[in-house]
């Protein structure tokens, strides 16, 4: 069974910090793993998607890493702003034609001024 | 380009009513799910819909029950409410290609 496991579950940095946040899964057999910021209240905005054959992505001051071998994806976020504070949400989409994303718990990010 | 949208945003119910929540998908997109989400359990699968089939349903009560359309859009009904069933509702549509989108969700609270 896949699970998917995000650490860690809150951070609070300084304005201007470059950070880094984890997901890990279990089974490696995945299609894709897409990153997604929500902020209270509100749905989920999609930040990147890195397909099972791509090692990252990168958008802007994102950049989002793959190693599937290993069961781990990392999220880079530079130089880092207060708009930036939201529940970060990793989720993968498993390789066996359930048609549904797993996600990880989440990371709560708030970026002090 | 028009994203996912959801109605109604907030909804409050009485316990023992039902409740029908709509989804607009992503033109093009022909792949609909529903995910609920709580604090304790985090976001939840609730089923999947492409081309009016259901593909998976995840592991909730059969008070929980959807459709779609063949215009993609999709419902989804939740009758003889509970309590326990307040959570943020959130609709995606997904092609393999762009992933997921997600809707800004449905806000029910059963009083």
């Known amino acids: 069974k896949q699970e998917v496991t995000q650490i860690p579950a809150a951070l609070s940095v300084p304005e201007g910090e470059n950070l880094v946040l984890n997901c890990s899964f279990t089974d490696s057999a995945i299609y894709n793993l897409q990153w997604f910021r929500q902020d209270p209240g509100k749905g989920l905005t999609s930040l990147l998607l890195i397909q099972s054959s791509q090692r990252e992505q990168t958008s802007g001051r994102l950049n989002a890493s793959l190693d599937k071998s290993s069961g781990r994806s990392t999220l880079y976020i530079a130089a880092s702003q207060p708009g930036d504070s939201a529940t970060y949400l990793c989720a993968v989409r498993p390789m066996d034609s359930s048609y549904k994303l797993i996600f990880g718990s989440g990371t709560r990010l708030l970026v002090r001024p | 380009k028009a994203g996912v949208t959801q109605t109604p945003r907030y909804l409050i119910k009485t316990r023992g009513q039902q409740v029908t929540l709509s989804c607009s998908p992503i033109s093009g997109h022909r792949s609909v799910s529903w995910y609920q989400q709580t604090p304790g359990q985090g976001l939840q699968f609730l089923f999947e819909y492409f081309s009016e089939t259901q593909r998976n349903k995840g592991n909730f009560p059969g008070r929980f029950s959807g459709r779609q359309f063949s215009n993609s859009r999709s419902e989804m009904n939740v009758s003889t409410l509970e309590l326990g069933d307040s959570a943020l509702y959130l609709c995606?549509?997904?092609?393999?290609?762009?992933?997921?989108?997600f809707g800004s969700g449905t806000r029910l609270t059963v009083v």
């Open positions: 995606a549509s997904s092609t393999s290609k762009v992933g997921y989108t």
